[in-house]
């Protein structure tokens, strides 16, 4: 329940990562606010893997029992809405949200994940998180000994390729166009028995997210059970960059060892701030960043 406008933590958004980080501040009292759009980045995917204790449990079912858990804590209270803009203020941040409310707190905490940009390719969005996925360690079990494609080139792909092979030995490499492999790497492949096609890809045959066949520009057809996609991303609001907050080259926000940002009193946990995009990781990095949080305001009340 949102009972106040100024508080200790606000919280940018209320998956994993986001509810890690409220219940270390809720467990040391701290009053904190956590916003959330609603739109977490794995709505589509069915389960979630590589998570002891909840492997095979459904994404959503995984955040309701937290959020319950989190908000079982008096100080944690909880938003639904987007939150579009964000600025320094003397007393530390505020946030105003799309229905114009605004809200402050001494500390933020961003856990928004990223935005998938998805290639223009009919199918790929519908199967993306199901059939198309992004992860050997999260979703590739189920898939174990599948006729497999891997939509990527040059390092990024035989980097998939390598992690993919302990699963199964039918793979395909779909650069989408002109190859870009060393000669080494190429090497690598063919002692693997990875096949390599150029062709474009036109379009994904599907049924409800379960692939079936990839068309090529050719007018080739390649029927494959799951398929690896590295697709681009983006940081899906404006507002760490409002507030200063460096990103890395790969686009993630800038975190040190303890999730702090480049900005005094902003913290980033979970896929927003890494590409090691699991449950697990989201988890591990949202705690540490409510634990620094907690640390922080401390030792300056102390």
Not at 94 to 107: A, M, V
Not at 172 to 199: C, D, M, P
Not at 205 to 229: I, P, R, S
Request: charge should be neutral; include cysteine.
């Amino acid at each position: 329940m949102m009972n106040k406008k100024q508080y200790d933590v606000m919280i940018i958004g209320g998956s994993y990562g986001g509810l890690s980080a409220a219940m270390a501040l809720g467990r040391l009292a701290q009053s904190v606010l956590i916003l959330d759009s609603g739109l977490p980045c794995n709505r589509q995917t069915p389960h979630s893997h590589n998570f002891i204790t909840q492997d095979g449990q459904t994404p959503a079912a995984i955040a309701q029992k937290a959020k319950e858990q989190v908000l079982a804590y008096p100080t944690v209270s909880f938003y639904q809405g987007l939150a579009v803009s964000g600025k320094k203020v003397s007393h530390g941040f505020e946030i105003t949200t799309e229905s114009s409310l605004t809200f402050t707190s001494k500390k933020l905490i961003f856990a928004t994940g990223v935005k998938d940009i998805m290639p223009d390719i009919p199918g790929i969005a519908a199967c993306w998180g199901i059939s198309v996925i992004h992860c050997p360690f999260c979703h590739g079990y189920e898939y174990k000994d599948q006729k497999t494609a891997i939509v990527a080139n040059s390092d990024k792909a035989v980097h998939i390729a390598s992690l993919v092979s302990n699963l199964t030995k039918d793979i395909t490499i779909l650069t989408n166009g002109a190859k870009e492999f060393t000669l080494e790497q190429q090497v690598k492949l063919e002692r693997n028995n990875i096949s390599v096609i150029e062709s474009p890809i036109s379009a994904i045959k599907h049924e409800n997210g379960l692939m079936q066949t990839v068309v090529l520009k050719d007018n080739l057809h390649l029927d494959f059970q799951a398929m690896y996609a590295a697709v681009a991303f983006e940081q899906p609001g404006s507002i760490p960059m409002e507030l200063g907050c460096a990103l890395t080259e790969t686009g993630y926000i800038k975190v040190d060892a303890f999730q702090k940002t480049s900005i005094d009193g902003i913290y980033a946990c979970g896929d927003t701030s890494t590409m090691f995009r699991s449950v697990a990781a989201a988890v591990a990095t949202g705690a540490m960043a409510g634990a620094m949080v907690v640390k922080e305001l401390t030792e300056e009340r102390f």
